[in-house]
């Protein structure tokens, strides 16, 4: 039976470097579609209906999760596993809590990576390894009092963003993103923005 797997990356390398690997392999049951940005992603899933969608969560027009939450609430009927080289515990936690299937890490090899596509085109879930934080990740006591919002702002503190770009991608005031921050701080006992991030590396 022939399946369609929707690739959404915004680096050609990775989408075209996926496919490559599939053919070389002998990979003939499946077809490969490609999108670069979310809203290419799901124009495509509207087009073609394929029956997998690997979503990376950094995209010129989403960032983080905002990606998924968007992309399932669309789509509510896709089956979509995060792809990601970001494996923080806490942005793990939530792409499985909001509905992914799985969650595939990058850092896995090629082949690897197509056996995960595989078991979920077939129905099955990926090993606990693949679901949850790899081996060294310890999700940080403090989290599971944390509220939606301040579990967004923490997952881009993690990326990287700072307070106004945080403000600008979720829609808020910069004075409710540094509240936020700071509330986030003081439940996980951090004392600087530095050392929040190092709770989770």
């Not at 496919?19 to 495509?44: K, P, S």
């Not at 999760?65 to 968007?70: F, N």
């Not at 896995?108 to 990926?126: E, F, N, P």
């Not at 945080?166 to 004075?175: H, Q, W």
Request: negative net charge.
């Amino acid at each position: 039976m022939k399946h369609t797997v929707l690739v959404v990356d915004d680096h050609e390398m990775t989408r075209v470097g996926l496919r490559a690997c599939a053919q070389a392999t002998g990979l003939g049951e499946v077809d490969w579609l490609d999108a670069d940005t979310l809203n290419g992603a799901l124009a495509a899933f509207a087009a073609h209906r394929p029956d997998l969608v690997l979503l990376d969560l950094k995209l010129p027009d989403s960032l983080g999760l905002q990606g998924l939450r968007r992309f399932l609430a669309e789509a509510p009927e896709a089956r979509v596993a995060v792809f990601s080289a970001t494996e923080d515990p806490v942005v793990v936690e939530q792409a499985l809590a909001l509905g992914a299937l799985g969650y595939v890490p990058k850092s896995a090899r090629s082949a690897d990576i197509l056996d995960m596509v595989l078991t979920l085109l077939r129905g099955g879930s990926l090993p606990q390894a693949c679901r949850e934080p790899s081996v060294g990740y310890g999700v940080t006591p403090g989290t599971e009092s944390l509220n939606p919002t301040q579990l967004r702002v923490l997952e881009l503190v993690l990326a990287g963003n700072s307070n106004q770009q945080i403000a600008d991608a979720l829609g808020l005031a910069l004075g409710t993103v540094k509240n936020s921050v700071s509330s986030v701080m003081l439940k996980l006992d951090a004392q600087s923005r530095l050392h929040l991030i190092s709770l989770f590396r």
